[in-house]
């Protein structure tokens, strides 16, 4: 994890790319997302700071939102999806056979820190289920074969 | 004369592989010392033939579908040879012709797969711009009355009159006002809004533009959901070539007005897609309901007023203002004017986006269009509208495409997503899963919707475990009243739509377990 003052380094230019647009805590914690991969809780005061807010306004949007993860996500991050068009072509045997594989639960890092499985509300392809994003690559169509491809992809 | 070669950018066709075949295609022209270009097209929204490649002839083009990497070299090969081979097995020939394409009505969506999204040339090419143009030389009334007289509703699932809207924001005084798009398309079964901002992204654009001038609104916002990465970037890339083109900016081309807009990201809240949260969210808080009145036309981002409109009811205003609000209220049927995006997802054989005026039969859509089910075996259920829609049985598949016909039936319309599951499905899962969802996603303003969600899934379970299975779906019923009229908003108000059409149409599944198994 990295130390308090390179989390305020990198946010820095976040806050100052965004705090004098309107509704800018959004875009901030966003770049902040796809900069660390989650929102450590040390950056919390900095924007709070910067955007005149409490902390706790802060920290009641990052729990908000189910994209902001309050930890360091595996080396990847698998997003299932698990809504009713990838349902309807058995994406509920795929979850199943994905946590098995991986070992982990939805929600869950793999002990080797190699995965993130999380679950996806639509990736809007659903004419093409049952369907997983995989660090930011869309995936549709998932059968047997693909999820074993996953699988060993996220362990190499 | 250089060869054009157009490959999907869309998502869809993404997730089926169109970035390795545009690879392939890259390699195989190099190879070859082609004189050729690839164009990285939107989806024409067939997408069992996805990844489709078209290759432009002196006749016009010729699809070829769906495409694996390894078949580049043949395709490639067949198109040189100019005849004298046998036909290609994947050549779909003009697909202009192809029966699903051809029997839609295409206006929103009329450009969609066809031009290069990101080509302000090709968009012009092909019509756009001329609504735009058109607005400029009216009065900003005149452009809201045709917008009324066209009878577009709202196409995210409210189904409110577009015009009445933006007269409201048009009436209404403001130091600043704006127009917020809302493409926060979280419904399951839905695509139409990221087809449309990943294929033609302009028009949105136009239809924002036109909304601003009618209204008086200088700023808007694309609320994007986190979820479609590739759209984003598609729109980003739009709205920097339109400012370069003068069409964004300070003098929109070189008219009076002034007018930008900047694409927001949201962070996977599916409640943020309700109008009011998305306003809470986009002002950077907690995506929570507010009640209404005020109205977000008088009081909407940042207290100001503001209109607040779907993905596809901005997109289809460039062609209202293009071609008049008669021609568009010609098609349709009832108080559902014009043509909608019905998408077609789930366990479908022929899964894709079909335009069409309103007024088709559920069974003409799910049976004639998407071909029954991808699996094969019979249709058992459809689920109309996204997770707050209702589950339609066989029976019901003469209930016409339209806003009153669907509430007739105790269901919605919604975004036009239809979710096809077949014979395999257990209704008592999906009332679960209705009920599983809301809880997940509530906003938890409103006691209904947090608490009778939660209770929802309890008694579900309870009752799957046939403990005292009558009195739980007494229990569900009553809660299901609750939500339905005590929420403040559609989450909450509208989860009892897929619960009670799942008991009502399908009551075997919610049998005790005993008198379940041995039906089996």
């Given amino acids: 994890m990295p130390a308090n003052t ?90 199943e056979k994905l946590q098995k594989l991986l070992g982990v639960r939805f929600g869950e890092t793999s002990i080797d820190g190699s995965v993130t499985l999380e679950p996806v509300y639509c990736l809007g392809l659903c004419a093409c289920g049952p369907s997983a994003m995989l660090d930011g690559e869309v995936i549709g169509r998932l059968d047997d074969d693909k999820v074993a491809e996953i699988a060993a992809e996220v362990r190499s | ?56 002839t002196p006749a016009g083009r010729v699809a070829f579908g769906p495409v694996k990497p390894s078949d580049v070299p043949s395709i490639l090969e067949h198109h040189l040879s100019s005849g004298g081979l046998p036909p290609h097995s994947l050549d779909l020939g003009r697909p202009e012709e192809l029966p699903y394409l051809a029997r839609q009505t295409r206006l929103t969506f009329a450009r969609c797969g066809v031009i290069d999204p990101v080509s302000l040339e090709d968009y012009e090419a092909h019509g756009g711009l001329r609504g735009l143009r058109n607005a400029l030389a009216m009065t900003p009334e005149q452009i809201v009355a045709e917008v009324t007289e066209s009878g577009l509703r709202g196409r995210g699932g409210a189904g409110f009159p577009t015009g009445i809207k933006w007269k409201t924001v048009l009436e209404a005084a403001g130091p600043q006002k704006y127009i917020v798009c809302n493409a926060d398309e979280g419904d399951s079964g839905t695509f139409a809004d990221r087809m449309i901002m990943e294929g033609d992204p302009f028009v949105l654009i136009e239809g924002m ?35 370069k083109a003068g069409l964004l900016g300070p003098s929109v081309l070189g008219s009076r007005y002034a007018f930008d807009l900047q694409v927001r990201m949201g962070a996977g809240a599916y409640v943020c897609g309700e109008e009011t949260a998305l306003l809470d969210s986009l002002e950077g808080k907690r995506g929570m309901v507010r009640a209404k009145p005020p109205l977000p036309a008088h009081v909407g981002f940042l207290g100001r007023p503001t209109v607040i409109n779907n993905v596809i009811s901005l997109a289809s205003v460039p062609i209202i203002l293009d071609r008049g609000a008669a021609f568009y209220r010609d098609f349709g049927m009832g108080r559902s004017r014009g043509t909608i995006p019905i998408q077609l997802a789930g366990n479908v054989k022929y899964g894709g986006l079909f335009e069409a005026a309103f007024g088709l039969t559920l069974g003409e859509i799910v049976d004639g269009i998407g071909g029954g089910t991808a699996s094969g075996r019979p249709v058992r259920a459809v689920q109309v509208g996204g997770p707050l829609g209702a589950y339609f049985p066989r029976e019901l598949f003469d209930t016409p495409f339209d806003y009153e016909a669907f509430a007739a039936k105790d269901g919605l319309i919604g975004h036009a997503g239809i979710v096809v599951f077949d014979d395999t499905v257990d209704m008592l899962k999906q009332a679960r899963f209705a009920m599983e969802f809301c809880a997940v996603e509530s906003c938890g303003k409103c006691t209904p919707c947090r608490i009778g969600s939660t209770r929802g899934v309890e008694v579900l379970d309870r009752l799957a475990q046939s403990i005292e299975p009558e009195r739980q779906l007494e229990i569900v019923k009553d809660l299901c009243n609750t939500m339905k009229f005590g929420s403040l908003c559609a989450l909450g108000g509208f989860t009892p739509y897929p619960v009670m059409s799942a008991i009502t149409h399908f009551p075997e599944d919610f049998r005790p377990a005993p008198v379940r198994q041995a039906a089996e």
Avoid at chain 1, 88 to 95: C, Q, T
Avoid at chain 2, 10 to 36: P, Q, T, Y
Avoid at chain 2, 220 to 240: C, D, F, K, M
């Fill in chain 2, 209 to 243: 533009i036109i909304a601003g001038i009618a209204v008086g609104a200088t700023k808007g916002y694309i609320y994007l959901r986190s979820e479609y990465p590739h759209a984003e970037v598609t729109l980003n890339e739009a709205i920097g070539v339109a400012r």
């Fill in chain 2, 1 to 56: 004369m250089t060869l054009k070669i157009y490959i999907p950018r869309d998502s869809g066709a993404i997730a089926l592989g169109a970035n390795e075949v545009a690879r392939a295609l890259k390699a195989e022209i190099a190879a070859r010392g082609l004189d050729a270009r690839i164009i990285r097209n939107g989806s024409r929204g067939l997408y069992w033939l996805e990844p489709m490649m078209e290759l432009e």
């Fill in chain 1, 6 to 95: 390179e989390i305020i380094a990198s946010v820095t230019p976040i806050i100052e790319r965004w705090k004098d647009e309107e509704g800018p805590l959004l875009p901030i914690l966003n770049g902040i997302l796809r900069e660390l991969g989650y929102v450590p809780r040390e950056a919390i005061p900095v924007i709070a700071d910067a955007l005149n807010l409490t902390r706790a306004d802060v920290y009641g949007v990052v729990s908000f939102y189910h994209d902001y993860r309050q930890e360091p996500p595996g080396r990847h991050v698998l997003k299932l999806c698990r809504a009713e068009a990838c349902q309807a072509l058995g994406g509920e045997a795929v979850a």
